[in-house]
């Protein structure tokens, strides 16, 4: 079997790989191939005859791409909601050709998921950007072909729309449409990601993954969803150690038997693994995924924007296991693919998706916005991220900020830095989502903290809020309120001057009294983990759902950061 993949990844990889190198020699051409072919399939439906997408991929240079910009506006999702609407209702030849294979889900921050609809080619574009990935990890480290790989993924299909399209995780479709080479080396089986609700589904799977020592791999759109794995693993202990040796999932009646009976028949008692991992929680005094899978050697995760701040707990948990950025990816595709181990850039797929960027960081962009072309992007500078894919968006406002960070032969390396309008501005100081990440992991590296969340608030003045949860922060507060509320302070005051040094105009009125010292507040246990639930239940994926890390207050006035969204559902237990 390992044989199989090592032939598909040598012989077929191979010549895809140097096509993509030819494509980062000449991004130009590369982007132009994209363009035509995605106009040329989509040219017969509604929005292709509508915008003229037949006569424009006739088009050829710099020709095809004026026209283009001149006959589609940038729109965001809220512009294309109409088509999507009637595509959810079974309607065909919208915004591709007949009807999609499946529409999926964003989890975002806004309060709905966006349904994004997924053709068949644009499902290939997708798949063949993600085999170039897989390709470049593989030669750079070939004893990942080795073992078992632990991919963690939400389900793909969640439901269905009125017309009877599914809809669900584009992740998980991915995994459940793997061919059998590649499904035999998954720890835990596909339909792990069917059983019913998120915490079934990843009791299940660490069932499966327990099973076995020889994991090489671990993958995971969000590093949170590793957090969440382990502290499971730990928390589950006992009760999972007695199912290994008893060969039993306790799958609820609410799982389909289908799927129940499957599973059953490949989850088999391993009592000797159950007695060798008992030894080491009852030496211990509990389980980390270092100490069960002790070999492992790739973690696959986000690494940019937000995601950073869960990477050293990862390394915490794991050990020093080299990690490799997933890249730029969406539910809407896949953008950049990253060469190198530890760090968030990546090339751009320019033989994929067809991309454009406005220049700079403004919260909003006009439709007619003056764009650039991967090709002409400069190191250094940042740029929102407009994409056209065969999936029926067409110069789609992602509301992506990146930033330039160098160039692979020709073609520009972009790392994400965050969403468009992520900033909290009480008196014009804009505090970006990236500024208080860095100011937070300088100012909270002594600390245990599972997430932090920050607000303003306007109760005896206007000041900032930073709210943490601190594993078993309970338990400290417990054992002496007086030194965690000492903790709080010292971290407030750590956190405001790494944040004075990210930030000029927070540190411009903070000094001439506008903005009064921030406060810090003490989240209750397990506070991120229910917006997780929470989020996963009101229909996102629940492996995607990323924890909100600037929350403006509900409403100006007199507004103490209680009141806040997320904040005082999460319940706030020590005022700092």
Known sequence: MANILGWFFDKVMASRWRRFREDRERPEAAQERALRGI????????????????????????????????????????????????????????????TPDMFSL??????????????????????????????????????????????????????????????????????????????????????????????????????FAMAREELKVFAAVNPSTLTLLAERLDAWAETLLDQLAAGDLRLSEATDPDTARRLRRRFKPSPSRARRLREIFKAEGGLAPGRVWPNPEM?????????????????????????RCLGLRASEGNFTIPLRDGDPSGVLGVGGHFMEFVPGDAENVRPDAETLFAHELEAGKTYRLIVT???????YDLADLVEARGFDHNTPEVAFLRRAGAVLSATGEKVTEDQALRAMVKAGADLPLTGFTLTWELWDGLRYVLAVELRDGEARLAEGEERVSRELRSLAGRFDAALRGANVEYRAKRGDGRIKPPRAALLADGSYRRHRESAAAAGRPENQ???????????????PAADCPFLGAARIVLEG
């Open 39 to 98: 106009l040329a399939r989509n040219a017969e439906t509604a929005f292709g005859r509508a915008h003229g997408f037949g006569a424009l991929a006739a088009l050829s240079g710099r020709e095809l791409r004026r026209a283009y910009r001149a006959a589609t506006p940038i729109r965001g999702y809220d512009g294309f909601a109409p088509e999507i609407e009637k595509m959810k209702l079974g309607e065909r030849d919208v915004l591709i050709p007949g």
């Open 106 to 207: 964003t989890s975002g921050t806004a309060a709905d998921p966006k349904f994004c609809p997924a053709s068949r080619a644009f499902i290939r574009e997708l798949h063949s950007q993600h085999l170039l990935w897989m390709y470049n990890a593989y030669r750079d480290r070939p004893a990942v072909n080795a073992g078992k790989y632990l991919v963690l993924a939400s389900p793909a299909e969640m439901g269905k729309t009125a017309g009877g399209v599914p809809y669900g995780s584009m992740s998980g479709k991915q995994l459940a449409s793997q061919s059998i080479p590649v499904r035999r080396r998954m720890a835990s089986p596909w339909r792990a990601q069917l059983a019913a609700g998120p915490e079934e589904r990843l009791r299940t799977t660490l069932l």
């Open 299 to 323: 973690i696959f995760t986000w690494q940019g924007g937000a995601a950073a701040f869960f990477l050293p707990r990862v390394r915490e948990l794991w050990g020093d296991v080299p990690m």
């Open 389 to 395: 894919t065969s999936g029926g968006f067409y110069r």
């Open 545 to 559: 759902v990323k924890p909100p890390l600037l929350v403006p207050p509900p409403a100006p006035g007199r507004a």
